[in-house]
């Protein structure tokens, strides 16, 4: 009983520390943990408090990996949840590395002739992880060790997510890959065919972040599925559930866009050659394929905060189709689509409700206007422009969602309330 209840106020403290994290003052919160030694404290109890080997002398009732109302996974689950506040968005995630492993950025960015992140360079190291592995590293470890069917895998894919939030740094995903993080993410979506959809999700988050913009990332992936077999498996994960991996769709979508706008056209065209995945979104019919699909599985009577990146995504989709001149022919493309599937005016429709629920949610939210910026390297004006160009009311205008719609089956003049 004294080991259980022992174990309970920690939670609690985790739990408290969390909410204080994700609240107004997080800033003030962050310096105080920070300067208290929050990270060193915790990354000296992990193995001897956190992930520590079972005794079975004390089997705590409740106690598997099933049950996540045990005492103790209940204590790693906060533990977990408190790292991911911790590090998302904010320049303290670097304190969850120790001096070796902040050198080793540094070095990842010289190697790379590109200027060093700021923020690594103005941690202050009295307050960083001591000894031969900071916290970042050991997480990964134990990561790579979880079981398959561990109830752990969701809330540690997320805490290393959190790690590479924000502003993408190609440093901080060298420094995860050189850990070999991607191959084992492939292990799991591939060779172990991963069913559970919240670990799928939390993975696919994980790895179009970990992917994002960085060409060695996708010869990494490539190597790694080599036969057709392996990326049909990873291509019936994505489609089998496209709200789970809408996110890894348009980190691809972005990287290949960021790639063929690159100076060296020869050797970008090598890089999608030699990339299965690059090059089977460079095909426009399997871009238009994921447009329909992200588009048609949302509505606004059914939208929640989990499945509004799809239409974040087909926005993506489209944006970069508009910086090409291309826009119409997408348009066009999905007019035809609705036809062929006898439902003509339903998509487009759809779409154009779903854009005026983005307009009243997006344009009154600053917070979340940033995070769609940073995550997409896309200024928020240009968001804003192309929204507006989709929903302009002419009908003549040729980047104006109404302009596809047949008058017969028009149906967006009415308030948006009735949506």
């Known amino acids: 009983m004294k080991i259980m209840h022992e174990i309970m106020y ?42 520590r080997k079972h005794s079975t002398n004390h089997v705590l009732h409740g106690q598997n990996q099933i049950c996540d109302c045990s005492p103790e996974i209940s204590l790693k689950i906060q533990f977990l949840r408190l790292l991911q506040s911790f590090s998302d968005h904010h320049e303290n995630k670097y304190l969850l590395l120790n001096s070796q492993e902040l050198n080793e950025l540094s070095a990842i960015s010289l190697k790379a002739n590109i200027p060093e992140v700021e923020a690594v360079v103005n941690t202050d190291r009295s307050l960083i992880c001591d000894g031969k592995k900071g916290l970042l590293t050991r997480l990964l470890q134990v990561m790579k060790k979880e079981p398959a069917e561990s109830s752990f895998r969701f809330w540690q894919a997320r805490a290393v997510e959190s790690f590479l939030r924000g502003v993408t740094s190609y440093a901080d995903q060298m420094f995860l890959l050189k850990r070999g993080l991607l191959e084992h993410i492939l ?44 990326f049909q498996i990873f291509l019936n994960q994505i489609n089998s559930s496209l709200v789970d991996s809408n996110m890894l769709v348009r980190c691809i979508v972005l990287s290949l866009d960021r790639f063929e706008s690159q100076t060296d056209a020869v050797k970008v065209a090598e890089v999608i050659s030699q990339c299965c995945l690059l090059s089977y979104m460079s095909r426009v019919e399997n871009r238009l394929s994921f447009l329909f699909r992200l588009i048609n599985i949302i509505q606004v009577q059914t939208l929640t905060q989990e499945n509004v990146s799809c239409l974040n ?25 609705e036809l062929a599937e006898k439902y003509p005016g339903f998509l487009l429709n759809n ?14 939210k600053d917070k979340d206007s940033t995070c769609l910026e940073n995550s997409s390297c896309i200024s928020f004006s240009y968001w804003k422009e192309t929204v507006s160009l989709l929903l302009c009311p002419d009908r003549t205008a040729p980047c104006a969602i109404i302009s596809y719609i047949d008058e017969a089956y028009m149906n967006v003049d009415k308030d948006f309330s009735e949506d």
Request: proline fraction near 2%; aromatic fraction near 12%.
């Open 187 to 230: 292990l799991c979506i591939i060779d172990s065919e991963c069913k559970s959809r919240d670990v799928l999700q939390s993975y696919f988050d994980l790895l179009g972040e970990l992917m994002k913009f960085n060409v060695d990332a996708f010869k990494r992936f490539n190597k790694y599925v080599n036969t057709e077999g392996k």
């Open 10 to 51: 920690k939670v609690e403290v985790l739990y408290v520390l969390c909410v204080l994290l994700m609240g107004r003052q997080r800033n003030q919160v962050h310096k105080m943990l920070a300067e208290f030694r929050l990270i060193p404290g915790l990354n000296n109890l992990f193995d001897k408090l956190i992930w």
């Open 313 to 337: 995504t087909s926005l993506v989709i489209l944006m970069l189709a508009r910086r090409k001149g291309k826009l119409p022919f997408y348009l066009n493309a999905l007019r035809e689509k």
């Open 351 to 364: 779409f154009h409700s779903l854009l005026r629920f983005w307009q009243e949610h997006y344009l009154n």
